[in-house]
């Protein structure tokens, strides 16, 4: 039943990966330049209010909407995994889902931290140079993750495409 639509759920999987990676990319290539490049109490304070913004409704559908859909491409893989395309389904699944799992095991608690910080603390400035830093470099790893995942999805799709061509049709 499922393997009926296979293609279109791993279409928008592909493309609720990419659209994640683009955010993060976004993140990486200019926003987090542009904060770091401010005072550091005004980088910090900026920060704060971009991850007090960042989940809205409309992100956390992407992000979690996609997550969702990998896990079922995910299950239907693993229960049809001769089926062409399969393998690359999982493993552009299994990407985009570590870089979800990054997200909650190391941003989410970093983003929470930075929250407490006063940015007119004495020690604030070296708080949010470490927390840049740092924050950056994995988000940069989720970002590839995203982006990886979705290439490999599109990757399963034209296996799958190919085979189908290839494939005798069924009489009737």
Same mark, same amino acid.
Not at 38 to 60: C, E, H, I, K
Not at 73 to 78: F, Q, R
Not at 155 to 161: W, Y
């Given at each position: 039943?499922?393997?009926?639509? &296979?293609?279109?759920?791993? %279409?928008?999987?592909?493309? #609720?990966?990419?659209?994640? #990676?683009?955010?993060? @990319?976004? @993140?990486?290539? @200019?926003?987090?330049?542009?904060?770091?490049?401010?005072?550091?109490?005004?980088?910090?304070?900026?920060?704060?209010?971009?991850?007090?913004?960042?989940?809205?409704?409309? &992100?956390? %559908?992407?992000? @979690? #909407?996609? !997550?969702?859909?990998?896990?079922? &491409? #995910?299950?239907?893989?693993?229960?049809?995994?001769?089926?062409?395309?399969?393998?690359?389904?999982?493993?552009?699944? !299994?990407?985009?889902?570590?870089?979800?799992? %990054?997200?909650? !095991?190391?941003?989410?608690?970093?983003?929470?931290?930075?929250?407490?910080?006063?940015?007119?603390?004495?020690?604030?400035?070296?708080?949010? %140079?470490?927390?840049?830093?740092?924050?950056?470099?994995?988000?940069?790893?989720?970002?590839?993750?995203?982006?990886?995942?979705?290439?490999?999805?599109?990757?399963?799709?034209?296996?799958?495409?190919?085979?189908?061509?290839?494939?005798?049709?069924?009489?009737?």
């Amino acid at each position: 039943m499922i393997s009926r639509f &296979l293609p279109a759920l791993t %279409l928008i999987t592909a493309v #609720g990966a990419a659209v994640v #990676g683009g955010v993060f @990319f976004a @993140f990486s290539a @200019f926003v987090m330049t542009a904060l770091r490049r401010l005072p550091p109490d005004q980088g910090l304070a900026a920060m704060q209010s971009v991850n007090r913004q960042a989940p809205t409704a409309a &992100l956390m %559908l992407v992000m @979690f #909407g996609t !997550a969702a859909a990998c896990a079922v &491409l #995910g299950v239907a893989s693993v229960r049809d995994a001769h089926a062409p395309g399969a393998w690359y389904r999982l493993a552009g699944t !299994a990407l985009y889902l570590l870089g979800v799992l %990054l997200t909650i !095991a190391y941003h989410v608690p970093h983003n929470d931290a930075l929250a407490r910080v006063d940015p007119t603390a004495a020690d604030a400035a070296g708080s949010w %140079l470490e927390y840049a830093g740092a924050w950056t470099a994995w988000n940069h790893v989720r970002a590839l993750l995203s982006v990886a995942g979705a290439i490999v999805l599109v990757i399963a799709m034209r296996v799958g495409d190919r085979a189908a061509a290839v494939l005798p049709t069924p009489a009737g």
